[in-house]
């Protein structure tokens, strides 16, 4: 039968601390088990603005590290960016584990409407500019137990693109969410 109640005689004085049922008291990631649980979530909120002119990827300031816990274990990535490119412009982007590692799975291959492992947001010939929101998950397996970042990386084929803008002006922002969750594996 189920213990329903504790009787008040039944624990000692000095047994059971603050620590113990502090709110601040983490729960060891090795503590808990069984494959597809949330294990930790890291997130980082940009809301300043970034133009580029590069025609080779560049690193943006939307990035996020996480520890993972064991090496085995997959992180979930959310990113939500709002970008902005001149007429006529394509902006590309991608998403990078550390500094060289395209995590992201696109298809795109190095063409004149195209990157390689790049989203495309081409405003082709459009006398007007384009406004896009970015809404991206990944499942990645880094295996390791080293910090890991996360980065999104972006150029364009000329011109200028924006970060945080929806407008040339910037009369509407729009704040970069990146969020890393560590799944157990």
Known sequence: MPLTKIQSLGITDGTIVNADINASAAIAGTKLSGAGKVLQVVQTSITNNETTTSTSFVATTVSVSITPTS?????????????WSGASDQLFLQLRRGSSTVVAPYTGSAGTTTA?????????????RA??????????????????????????????????????????????????????A
């Open 71 to 83: 090496a085995s274990n997959k992180v979930l990535i959310l990113l939500t960016s709002g970008f």
């Open 116 to 128: 390689a492992g790049a989203m495309t947001m081409y405003n082709g010939s459009l006398s007007t």
């Open 131 to 184: 406004k896009e929101s970015w809404n991206y998950n990944f499942l990645d397996s880094p295996a390791t137990t080293s910090a890991t970042t996360y980065a999104c990386y972006w150029k364009v084929n000329a011109g200028t693109g924006k970060l945080g803008k929806w407008d040339l002006n910037d009369d509407f922002g729009a704040v970069n969410t990146i969020t890393a969750i560590e799944i157990a």
